[in-house]
């Protein structure tokens, strides 16, 4: 009986390795057959016989992309407009999401949910009434613009995600300071916020993947070169020249190696930051 | 407010010039208030307000009017149900209607299996899974954009390295134009859909089976049940809610956001990939029929809603 039992166990361990290696392939041979493209010459993409491991090795995408195609300016926009999202994020969310955590009022349980709710409302619904106000006041085609839109949807999500960070904090520390004197606003700042950091950047960091990957409202908000953001010029090369394909995977690689980087270092916590928040949501 | 320690003991010391002018201060003795909680919410309720509730609002009006930007000679004048009217003899309407349930019912039926198949592997914690975890939940992370262009040039019909293995595997006769063909489009594309978002189920799910208690699995094993029947009988079970949840927030992700079609497709070859979300953006951006579009999104909203609605309670009913 107990040997059947260990031998059972056995045959799922080795089909748990079997399933999650095989997934795990599955989830990075598209990266990695993007990477082998960006640094084959032309002939070799473009081939009769698939050439597989690249046997001579070229940068030129890579040079012909920063040089040619004006992605600097893509990538410097990108970079202003998701600093700008993350930063009001993270000013009016922290506090919201610390009093959400912190306090217990009248309507709260209401206030969190129309938070979670907004969520719903379709990104076209509000792609054209958004368009139609930043014209009126100026903030078309421009980043901040941009990134005030982007805050309809990723300010409820970082609410939520980095209340869930604040419910795991300790609350003897804040109610002793309090004890001592300090006042709410201290408390808040000095205490519970210094406590939670971790939870703070692996949210902002999510946020920020979140704007930095955002397509459809910078295709409609963005016009010119002023603001425009990289997935929006990536996706115009497409339709500028004959699909470059060395250049379509080199600017993939380099556009999605900050968000590769930043992943696996706040993985672990972000990870816990997003299931907390969804379990108890 | 005097009653309040803290103002006490402030009012006791001697106050310095910059004590007075200090603003730390007087937000300190705010704090102190009843109304401190509403303030800390202020500026994202504003913000939330003027960047969804408005807009929104603005969407439902604009559905009753007419509004072509690239006609501005019609005016902006109110039409009541005339869209709504239109959408009725609309045939792209319709077949995106159709094209939505099925992208959405094969997306999520895909991704719900994978993900959970990927949570049992993982909450096993074996050795070494830790790593295969980040792989695996690295796709959910990366850009549209990017997801669809690595596909598009696997699945490429020239040049596609997918095509050439299933030629050199035998189960294909010649190189495939995967999204060039009515017949294939929509499948290739959901494909690439499942691999980009399954990771958000396997994310949810591990979660909702961290919190499963361990005792209901050894008296499951004294009882001598199967690890089948475990599954079926306490995991299922137990992880109802993260279900409902996942499945209602993936569902809604796939309603509202056209971009990977876009990306791939723009709705073609003919109609075959054309989703609501798609068609309404599309109404929007390349005709600026902005009436249309916001009829469009309305009824994607209310159809959203709906599911919604039935879905948690159906998934009350079974609880009971």
Not at chain 2, 225 to 245: D, N
Request: glycine residues 6%.
């Amino acid at each position: 009986m107990a040997f059947a039992r260990s031998r059972s166990k056995l045959v799922w361990d080795i089909g748990s390795y079997v399933v999650l290696i095989l997934l795990a392939f599955i989830c990075i041979a598209p990266i990695i057959w993007t990477f082998l493209t960006s640094i084959k010459l032309e002939e070799d993409i473009v081939t009769r016989n698939m050439i597989y491991i690249p046997t001579r090795i070229t940068f030129e995408h890579y040079v012909n992309l920063w040089n040619q195609s004006g992605y600097p300016v893509l990538v410097i926009n990108s970079m202003i407009t998701t600093s700008v999202t993350v930063l009001i994020c993270m000013l009016t969310g922290t506090i919201a999401a610390y009093s959400f955590s912190r306090f217990h009022f009248r309507g709260r349980t209401q206030l969190m949910l129309a938070y979670l709710i907004v969520r719903m409302f379709p990104a076209v619904l509000m792609i054209v009434p958004l368009f139609i106000v930043m014209r009126q006041v100026g903030l078309l085609d421009s980043s901040v613009g941009l990134a005030v839109a982007y805050t309809s949807f990723l300010l409820p999500l970082f609410v939520w995600m980095l209340k869930g960070f604040f419910d795991a904090a300790p609350k003897e520390l804040e109610s002793a300071a309090r004890i001592d004197g300090t006042t709410r606003l201290g408390a808040m700042f000095r205490i519970v916020i210094p406590i939670a950091r971790n939870g703070l950047l692996a949210t902002a960091v999510f946020v920020g993947i979140a704007a930095w990957n955002e397509y459809l409202f910078a295709l409609m908000l963005t016009t010119s070169q002023g603001s425009r953001t990289w997935p929006v010029g990536l996706q115009l090369m497409v339709g500028e020249f004959q699909l470059p394909w060395g250049m379509l995977a080199a600017g993939g690689i380099i556009s999605i190696l900050p968000v590769i980087v930043l992943f696996a270092l706040v993985q672990r916590a972000m990870v816990a930051g997003i299931t907390a928040g969804a379990v108890k949501g | 407010m005097t009653s309040n320690p803290q103002s006490i003991m402030a009012s006791s010391r001697p106050l310095s010039t910059w004590d007075r002018i200090n603003p730390a201060r007087y937000i300190g003795e705010l704090s102190e208030t009843r109304f401190w909680m509403y303030l800390l919410l202020l500026p994202s309720a504003l913000l939330i307000m003027g960047v969804v509730i408005y807009p929104t609002l603005y969407g439902f009006q604009l559905s009753f009017r007419e509004m072509r930007l690239n006609r501005p000679d019609l005016g902006t004048d109110w039409v009541l149900l005339k869209h709504y009217q239109r959408m009725l003899s609309d045939q792209i309407f319709w077949i995106s209607l159709r094209n939505t349930a099925v992208w959405v019912t094969a997306a999520v039926i895909i991704e719900f299996s994978v993900g959970l198949i990927a949570a049992l592997a993982l909450n096993r914690n074996l050795p070494g899974t830790k790593v295969l975890a980040v792989f695996i939940l690295l796709p959910f992370f990366l850009p549209n954009v990017v997801a669809g262009h690595m596909w598009a040039l696997m699945l490429d019909p020239r040049l596609g390295v997918i095509n050439d293995l299933l030629v050199k595997v035998g189960l294909l006769g010649g190189y495939k134009a995967w999204f060039a063909d009515p017949s294939t489009a929509m499948a290739a594309a959901i494909i690439v859909e499942a691999w980009h978002s399954f990771p958000f189920f396997t994310l949810l799910l591990l979660a909702g089976l961290k919190g499963v208690p361990s005792d209901l699995y050894k008296a499951a094993d004294i009882d001598g049940a199967g690890s089948i029947s475990q599954l079926r009988l306490i995991t299922l079970p137990m992880l109802k809610t993260v279900i409902a949840a996942a499945v209602i927030l993936r569902v809604i992700g796939l309603v509202n956001s056209p971009d990977l079609l876009l990306i791939l497709t723009s709705g073609g070859p003919g109609r075959s990939t054309q989703v609501l979300s798609l068609y309404a953006f599309q109404t929007a951006y390349k005709d600026f029929n902005f009436g249309y579009a916001g009829a469009l999104s309305v009824i994607m909203f209310i159809f959203l809603m709906m599911f919604a609605w039935v879905y948690v309670r159906l998934s009350k009913v079974n609880q009971d």
